[in-house]
């Protein structure tokens, strides 16, 4: 691909190369494929020049024969630079780089959990350094218990800085650091505990060395090259970002970072990292069930089948006659229901892969199809989905996010609801003030100690408007803690302040709000790249409303580069908005009114959206169900029929994310013949007839249909290519070329290596044979390794430029058009001022990373992480109360009625209490809402 924007020319052991202007000689090695081992340095923290590994020689011109060493990450390529990174003196500097950091560290290869994916390994081979040579006794240190997703042996360090540059600079944490001085330098926390950051988990991927590993893989530790992966999206929130799964003996045994330039980059939080472990749960459905009992296959028992300790319960070997008899049964049953019910209402999830909620559109048909959400949330998502197709600023990805110059956030703790977002702010505020030393001080952006230095902690305008505090508040130029209602006219008076003539004034020029709302409006009326973010979190439609007119203000003000940044409840909301259909409360009406006799629920356990009394209230109502689910819950406890369904592990589709990127996520764990994608149960529910005819043989097929049918969906195609668009022997490997043991694998069930299965649905094959033709697509890589590059700074092989966008393209397809298809019209309606009533406050959801999202609380790990329930209330509530932190109060939401202890909330806004939304042991109460809070009596 040629090089976008200036091109510098350079000079590389005398050969000359054409590099992108900006860059420092080490991006520019790496992007042009030479091997220069570096430490300190990371594409996404920058320069700082620590650990002099990257020494290279520099010449003044041609003439100059003797040269000098210069630190490749630190000197700029600027046109004509002349460099050897083959010269003899500069090869010996960088094996005794090599040699210093090796005299403490332990040879402890072969038992350390990083062997085999080391950058520390690659460097020291690439550096030719093989030979200890100190005899001395090493430097030892004692490790520290950080919690349950990181295992810390600081032996290990080499003192590249990385990690603290990251957690302290980079991701905003103030729990970790560097301690001590010269040979005793510690990094660590002050006292052993876990790690505050929700993205404390990327220092795994950050340190070069083992110094942080990942404690859940761990338990069950697997080389690199024994790691069944495939590329997938992280369903822990909207944003859709895109994640490595690995298996190993039919569980997920970790997850990694997959590099989207324009999604996720280079980290991921901690909840999609390790909320991985409920496809491995105990509670994992792996039978039909039919009134409540277990079919269960001929000849065989449900034992506890798993090759390692813990494991989920499986079904004991069975043959294939006998598990297709088992799933032949079950569709007979389910088919005779639908076939003889009046009307039957399909409740679909925003959970669920796009396929799967068309194919259950399609099996009730489209006036029968609900979502999976509540009314409430059915309109917000489906305002959101009509602001980023058609609203009037473009929705930007979180790369763009990053550089923003001004940002307004209305109502979102986005560290809870959409965690990566909170990482691209903290960047976005560094933008301004880093502009400035790049024009007046001539500073280059990749010099991070510099920029640092000049910048003095100086950030840009980030204006945060929440009920209560929030993660971003310590970056924050002003924070205001508003009521849902307050928090929209605020945006609305900010629309005004910047476009007067198209909005009518909310208050007088000497009311508070107007004086607020003028510095934010003028503020942003200055920017270059302007952004405006808001969600479906605090349940409120005139935020949305008002989110949209700051950005259709700003439009019509210039601001072309403006932009919108719309979080959205779930990994696939925008998806299930796109495909139409009823509300939950719609549907409970059909069935209510006995309409419909029959319902289908798919991937969603409705306790988590309804009120006890509707939830019993549905089934009661219906003569039939049909539940379609992972694992066992109380919607599958009151099912007729439960079919088990795969994860998005062991399943293929498309996920659709808040800024309407359509992103295929593929299987990694191949199910067992019973277990199947949604999808393609629905298929076989769709025959007519009594054998196993379906709607769809494959993925390719379903995914047709959906473009033919739906216009709004119909570039899903072009995610990634399908498995029609590869032959079979030009299929992507999920197995490394050096993976072993694959008799042993299955030696307990047989002494042979049985044929590899065969996937229809994907173009990856299921073993270590493959042969793409030319690039592998983006969309496909499975795993990040290139020659002499097996950890995961590989990545610079797979990169454009360094930084920049994957060879080929970054995944995923844009379902929406340019910014010119877009209207800019102003909405209507805006709430009146809130009024606190000192004896009703209003409820509103407090969300957390660790516990609100359903699946990642499964995990073994994040549940410990996972807070116990309570009650927000405000210090002026607790004093009328008379109550203490932790006392228990009994609190009265709509007819629900909850003895909670007391959380004292400094800071929440007046008149307000907050309820944690989404808790394992927090039932459903239907935010925001009026509540009512007694001081407990004593009995």
């Given amino acids: 691909m040629p090089l976008e924007g200036r091109v510098t020319t350079i000079y590389i052991d005398n050969l000359p190369y054409g590099v992108k202007d900006g860059q420092n000689l080490l991006q520019a090695s790496l992007t042009l494929g030479f091997n220069l081992p570096y430490f300190c340095w990371h594409p996404a923290l920058h320069s700082v020049g620590a650990c002099r590994q990257c020494a290279v020689k520099v010449f003044k011109d041609e003439s100059d024969t003797r040269g000098r060493l210069a630190m490749g990450c630190m000197t700029p390529a600027t046109e004509g630079t002349r460099l050897s990174i083959e010269d003899p003196e500069a090869k010996a500097f960088r094996a005794g780089v090599i040699e210093w950091l090796m005299l403490n560290h332990p040879h402890d290869c072969p038992i350390c959990d990083e062997g085999g994916e080391c950058h520390l390994q690659d460097m020291t081979v690439m550096s030719g350094h093989n030979y200890r040579r100190s005899r001395f006794r090493k430097r030892t240190h004692l490790n520290q218990n950080l919690g349950p997703f990181l295992n810390h042996e600081m032996n290990r360090c080499i003192q590249c800085y990385r990690c603290v540059r990251f957690y302290r600079d980079y991701s905003g944490g103030r729990d970790f650091n560097v301690f001590a001085s010269h040979d005793s330098v510690y990094f660590g926390r002050y006292e052993d505990g876990a790690l505050e950051s929700p993205f404390s988990g990327n220092l795994v991927e950050v340190c070069p060395t083992g110094v942080f590993t990942d404690k859940p893989f761990k338990e069950h530790p697997t080389r690199k090259w024994d790691l069944q992966t495939a590329p997938s999206v ?122 799967s909620n068309y194919a259950l559109r399609s099996l009730v048909g489209p006036d029968n199809f609900c979502d999976g959400m509540t009314s409430g949330e059915h309109r917000l998502v489906g305002m959101m989905k009509d602001i980023v197709a058609s609203g009037p600023v473009r929705s930007l990805s979180l790369a763009e996010v990053e550089r923003a110059d001004v940002v307004l956030v209305l109502g979102e703790d986005v560290v809870n609801t959409a965690p990566l977002l909170d990482l691209a702010l903290r960047q976005a505020v560094r933008t301004r003030p880093e502009a400035v030393a790049e024009q007046l001080l001539r500073i280059p952006l990749w010099d991070d100690r510099a920029k640092r230095e000049a910048t003095q902690g100086k950030q840009g305008p980030l204006f945060v ?31 005004y302040a910047i476009d007067p003539e198209g909005i009518a004034p909310l ?47 700003l439009a019509k003000a210039g601001k072309k580069d403006a932009g919108l940044f719309l979080v959205a409840p779930e990994a696939n909301s925008m998806g299930s908005a796109l495909l139409g259909g009823m509300s939950l409360d719609e549907a409970l009406e059909a069935v209510r009114t006995g309409g419909a006799d029959t319902v289908v629920v798919v991937e969603n356990d409705l306790t988590s959206r309804l ?61 067992d013949e019973i277990v199947s994608a949604s999808w393609k149960w629905l298929g076989l529910l769709s025959g007519r007839g009594t054998g196993e005819e379906i709607a769809w043989d494959t993925l390719d097929d379903i995914i047709a249909r959906i ?6 969906l119909a570039a899903i195609g072009s995610a990634a290519p399908g498995a029609r668009d590869v032959p079979q022997v030009h299929r992507v490997p999920r197995d490394s070329h050096r993976v072993s043991g694959r008799t042993a694998n299955v030696a307990s069930l047989t002494v042979h290596e049985p044929p590899p299965p065969r996937d229809l649905d994907t173009p990856l094959s299921y073993s270590m044979e493959g042969s793409p033709r030319g690039r592998i697509p983006s969309s496909l890589i499975a795993r990040i390794w290139a020659p002499r590059w097996n950890s995961v700074q590989a990545l610079t092989r797979f990169q454009e430029e360094v930084g920049g966008p994957l060879k080929g393209g970054d995944p995923g397809a844009l379902l929406f058009g340019p910014a010119s298809d877009r209207t800019r019209a102003y909405f209507d309606g805006v709430p009146e001022a809130f009024a606190p009533d000192p004896r009703r406050p209003l409820a509103v959801a407090i969300r957390h990373v660790f516990g609100s999202e359903p699946l990642s609380a499964l995990s073994r790990s994040v549940s410990e992480r996972i807070p116990s329930r309570y009650v927000g209330i405000t210090p002026d509530a607790a004093r009328s109360l008379a109550v203490a932190d932790g006392e228990r109060v009994e609190v009265t939401v709509r007819d629900l009625r909850m003895e909670l202890p007391v959380r004292i909330m400094a800071g929440l806004a007046e008149g307000l209490c907050a309820l944690p939304e989404g808790l394992p042991d927090m039932p459903y109460v239907g935010l925001p809402a009026p509540a009512g809070i007694l001081k407990r009596t004593a009995p």
């Fill in 507 to 553: 208050v007088g020029a000497a009311d508070p709000l107007h004086v607020v709302a003028e510095t934010i409006g003028g503020s942003l009326g200055l920017a270059a790249r302007p952004l405006v973010i808001a969600g479906a979190s605090l349940g409120s439609e005139a935020i949305l409303r008002a989110a949209a007119n700051v950005a259709t203000a």
């Fill in 707 to 712: 473009s033919e049918d739906l216009p709004a």
């Fill in 611 to 671: 009120k006890e009394a509707s939830f019993r209230a549905l089934f009661d109502s219906t003569k039939h169900s049909i539940v379609l689910d992972f694992f066992r819950n109380r919607t599958t406890e009151l099912a007729e029929i439960v079919l088990p369904v795969a994860t998005f592990a062991e399943s293929s589709g498309t996920f659709v994310n808040n800024e309407g990127r359509a992103q295929r996520f593929f299987e990694v764990v191949n199910p």
């Fill in 234 to 355: 992280c369903t822990g929130c909207s944003l859709g970002c895109n994640i490595i799964v690995a298996e190993r003996y039919g569980e997920v045994r970790r997850v990694l970072n997959r590099y989207n330039a324009d999604v996720n980059r280079y980290f991921l939080c901690d909840r999609g990292r390790y909320g991985f472990d409920f496809v491995n749960s105990q509670r994992r459905l792996r039978l039909p069930l039919v009134d409540g009992r277990e079919l269960v296959p001929e000849g065989s028992a449900t034992q506890a089948l798993s090759a390692t300790e813990g494991g989920s319960p499986r079904p004991a070997p069975a043959s294939s006659e006998a598990k297709g008899a088992v799933v032949r049964r079950a569709v007979a049953r389910a088919r005779d229901i639908l076939h003889g019910s009046r009307r039957a209402i399909g409740i679909g999830s925003p959970r669920a892969s796009v396929e």
């Fill in 465 to 495: 408007a929440t009920p209560y505090p929030v993660s971003i508040d310590d970056i924050a130029v002003k924070s205001y803690r508003l009521s849902p209602d307050d928090i929209a006219r605020l945006a609305q008076a900010v629309a």
